[in-house]
């Protein structure tokens, strides 16, 4: 087992303990909580790799089935334990949306793609798994409106082309973006750095203070 | 008009109408409850096609649009007798997850996946259009809170291949694995089974009185 | 640029307007407005393309990005009037579903299938995308509940290959079939046409005063 799968699997356990808690919260059976940690981990991939018309990952090797199953058993046993955890999983999800937005852009980028292409099946790769389980549990998705998420994937692909262009091998260049990815969303949790809300148009319409960036 | 077609248009049927009635509950206009019909019927079909790579189904026969039709126009006709018929629609019901999951199977088998491939896809053919439609009228899926409804799916995915491994013909491992997604999800509806909830973690994280299952 | 192209965009850019707008009401950043603007405008073309089986249209031109990006810009330069400009975008908003439902068909079309998929895969086209806003922001999709939306898409496929069997040209069926669409679209706001509602079943069982139609 190589270094880059056992990351892999770090990731995938994250983001499917994300999707189970989530799915506890609103008293899903513990069958229906597996199917969301599973979406969670591999929905965004599935989606990349239904665009990008080759066979979901998945559906290749069993892995991500099993380690979401762990991540099943995790949550029953360390129940208790697992809100503790929080800070832990924080950077197993940073972790994860890290390497995912690396394994999506290089897909992309194999599969011949544009560099703009390949920055947004990062993001999705990165991204959509906890759009689709926030979709799931009937929430409005939290990527959007909390701190910097899918925002850091797709600095993550930039750097990653910047990398490249700039001639760097590829084990460098997919630890640089890897690690902006992880970067730029720890940072951004911890010092509460979050792009403007586009407030309501409605709301704001006689107001005008609303502090919103004015990109030009 | 073989008899295995004329189990598949009863699923169809069953699943539109299930559509249907939630649509109206909604109030929907009947164009509304018509696609959200049809994507109750066909919707975990189109995804496990859209995963294999190939067609979707119901582009290549008319028949379920025909059939979502006809159910459109029998809840119309019929409302006020619908809710009477609640026992016969979820034996209808009942006979579409079970054809749609060895379907789904199959499908998968032949497109030369592995089992657990196969087992997901009959699930996903089975139960995913349920989840589609209570995506599509804004609930939390219902699949996932209530009785034993993709797990029975699941369950008869694993039959089927028993019954491959066993070396029974093809015709009786069919029957045996629909029959069985039939009774499992007949009988969990009828002794009130379901699996345990997966108590939010949050409120449970003081008490430990959760009663929840402890799988090894 | 060709005439056409300056119509997709309109179409491109009032669909990512009204996606933009809806996300701003729900306190999305500007990022996640962005996304939602995105998905309003490429989401229908994006479901008709991998059910066609053929590569998502926005991912071989960049020029879908762009134009959402400057309907981003847009709202944020002129929050203050775009309420007022509601008629101009309704009328963009027309335009684009016309011409979507032509270029859905004609894929479909071009692609071989028979009469009712291009129909189909015309009217997700159109409108597909607004609906995948909806579910985005956690509504129920407002197109089966208000006016004649995928209902104008539906005849506007039928009116096509009404013209097509006529044996009219491509360009006058294109026109023909487009302007079927914004005109049934426009005069049913107008006049406020939309179909009836299908009551909830539960509700009317005692009643049968509901104005349902019967259709036969």
């Not at 880059?4 to 999707?19: Q, R």
């Not at 999800?93 to 390497?99: F, H, P, T, W």
């Not at 600095?155 to 590829?170: F, M, N, R």
Request: some cysteine; proline content about 2%; charged content about 15%.
């Amino acid at each position: 087992m190589e270094f880059i799968n056992i990351i892999d699997y770090i990731g995938t356990f994250a983001f499917a303990i994300s999707g189970i808690r989530l799915a506890a919260a609103k008293n899903f059976d513990w069958f229906g909580a597996y199917v969301v940690g599973f979406v969670t981990a591999v929905g965004g991939g599935t989606l990349r790799d239904l665009m990008l018309d080759t066979t979901p990952f998945w559906m290749e090797h069993l892995s991500y089935l099993i380690v979401t199953g762990l991540a099943l058993i995790f949550v029953l046993i360390f129940r208790k334990y697992v809100v503790r955890l929080d800070n832990t999983f924080f950077i197993f999800d940073a972790v994860g949306i890290a390497l995912f937005t690396v394994v999506g852009v290089e897909k992309s980028l194999e599969a011949g793609f544009p560099v703009w292409v390949n920055v947004i099946m990062g993001t999705i790769t990165g991204a959509a798994g906890g759009m689709f389980r926030d979709i799931f549990i009937n929430e409005v998705p939290l990527i959007f409106r909390k701190d910097i998420y899918a925002m850091a994937c797709l600095l993550g692909g930039i750097v990653y082309h910047l990398c490249l262009w700039l001639g760097l091998d590829t084990v460098l260049t997919q630890l640089i973006a890897a690690v902006s990815v992880f970067l730029i969303r720890v940072l951004a949790v911890h010092f509460h750095i979050s792009l403007p809300a586009l407030k309501s148009i409605d709301q704001t319409a006689d107001r005008g203070d609303d502090g919103s960036v004015n990109p030009s």
